[in-house]
């Protein structure tokens, strides 16, 4: 069965950096497109940034372009998220999730950020 | 950037209760809209996608619709594990964006 594994959260200062993994098992991971969404507490969810399986093609929300860099290692079946010159605003779950089609179907536990002083 | 807007925000009904929500969308987007449940502490789960088809496994009493701008999830009979938000989320074109979601509570 399909399983997304996020890691790599925790508190980080403002202006600092993280980066987020996301172990996937399950599925051919080489062949699917994958979303980074979080959602900031008693908040809603936000997309964050999405990659297309060749690696090539990527997107990014407003909030976030310049700051945060979406990547893939096919060979390690893992995606990333780059966080930098992190803000308060970005306190946050974030999940990892995996496009089928048109739509995400399957979603990961998600991972806390936290950017506090 | 394509916009979405739910309503309502809130929704308070009872068991065997019918509900509906609304996501509108700024702009045309086709039939490429889906529908998720999540319940605290807990990741979302994928109730409709195409606009109106039933994700594998989910309850018959779930249903979607709608095409273009405008979108309805529908509960028919509320069963108690069905209290929860409910987000829509188009893919359309890049950047996605979710509707601002619908707390279901009992009332």
């Known amino acids: 069965q399909v399983q997304l594994l996020e890691s790599g959260g925790g508190v980080v200062q403002p202006g600092g950096s993280l980066r987020l993994s996301c172990a996937a098992s399950?599925?051919?991971?080489?062949?699917?497109?994958m979303h980074w969404v979080r959602q900031a507490p008693g908040k809603g969810l936000e997309w964050v940034a999405f990659?297309?399986?060749?690696?090539?093609?990527?997107y990014y929300a407003d909030s976030v372009k310049g700051r945060f860099t979406i990547s893939r290692d096919n060979s390690k079946n893992t995606l990333y998220l780059q966080m930098n010159s992190l803000r308060a605003e970005d306190t946050a779950v974030y999940y990892c999730?995996?496009?089928?089609?048109?739509?995400?179907?399957?979603w990961g536990q998600g991972t806390l950020v936290t950017v506090s002083s | 950037d394509i916009q979405l807007t739910q309503s309502p925000s809130f929704l308070s009904a009872s068991v065997g209760d019918r509900v509906t929500i609304t996501c509108r969308a700024s702009?045309?987007?086709?039939?490429?809209l889906a529908w998720y449940q999540q319940k605290p502490g807990k990741a979302p789960k994928l109730l409709i996608y195409?606009?109106?088809t039933l994700q594998s496994g989910v309850p018959s009493r779930f249903s979607g619709s709608g095409s273009g701008t405008e979108f309805t999830l529908t509960l028919s009979s509320l069963q108690p594990e069905d209290f929860a938000t409910y987000y829509c989320?188009?893919?359309?074109?890049?950047?996605?964006?979710f509707g601002q979601g619908t707390k279901l509570e009992i009332k």
């Open positions: 999730a995996k496009q089928y089609l048109r739509r995400i179907d399957h």
């Open positions: 399950g599925f051919t991971f080489s062949s699917y497109g």
């Open positions: 990659i297309r399986n060749g690696e090539t093609n990527k």
């Open positions: 702009q045309g987007i086709g039939n490429f």
């Open positions: 195409g606009a109106s």
């Open positions: 989320l188009h893919l359309n074109t890049y950047p996605c964006t």
